[in-house]
C-alpha cells in the first residue's frame, strides 16, 4: 500500500468548494511534516500547504484565505478545504510528507479541474 494516497479530486465550477484528503497508511504521526503541492500543466510544481506536527501551518499566498489545511490524527489524514476556486486553481494536487530523518514521500496525486 503506498504510504500516501489522495482523494476528493474533482470537476468544480468557479466559485465553488473541494475538500481534498491525504490518507497516511503508515500514520501521520510518523510525519514531522505534511502538506499539499500542486502542478498546473506546463508548470512547475509548488506548494500550496504546510501543516508541521505541532499544528504550525503554512500557505503559499495564492492559498491564504481560501485554503485551509488540517490534519486528523485518529483518521490518518491532511485534508485540504478549497474554497472561492479559480481557475488558477485547477492542477493536479499531491500529498507531501517528510519524516524526522529527513526523507520525502509523495501520493499520486488527484487532479482538481476548475470549468464552468
Known amino acids: 500500500q503506498a504510504p500516501l494516497e489522495e482523494s476528493g479530486g474533482a470537476l468544480v465550477q468557479p466559485g465553488g468548494s473541494l475538500k481534498l484528503s491525504c490518507a497516511a497508511s503508515?500514520?501521520?504521526?510518523?510525519?514531522?511534516?505534511m502538506g499539499w503541492y500542486r502542478q498546473a500543466r506546463g508548470k512547475q510544481r509548488e506548494m500550496v500547504a504546510h501543516?508541521?506536527?505541532?499544528?504550525?501551518?503554512e500557505y503559499a499566498d495564492s492559498a491564504k484565505g481560501r485554503f485551509t489545511i488540517s490534519r486528523d490524527k485518529a483518521k490518518n489524514t491532511v485534508d485540504l478545504q478549497m474554497n472561492s476556486l479559480k481557475s488558477g486553481d485547477e492542477a493536479v494536487y499531491y500529498c507531501?510528507?517528510?519524516?524526522?530523518?529527513?526523507?520525502?514521500?509523495w501520493g499520486r496525486g488527484t487532479h482538481v479541474t476548475v470549468s464552468p
Open positions: 507531501w510528507a517528510q519524516d524526522f530523518v529527513g526523507d520525502d514521500y
Open positions: 503508515r500514520g501521520v504521526g510518523r510525519y514531522l511534516v
Open positions: 501543516i508541521s506536527m505541532d499544528g504550525t501551518t
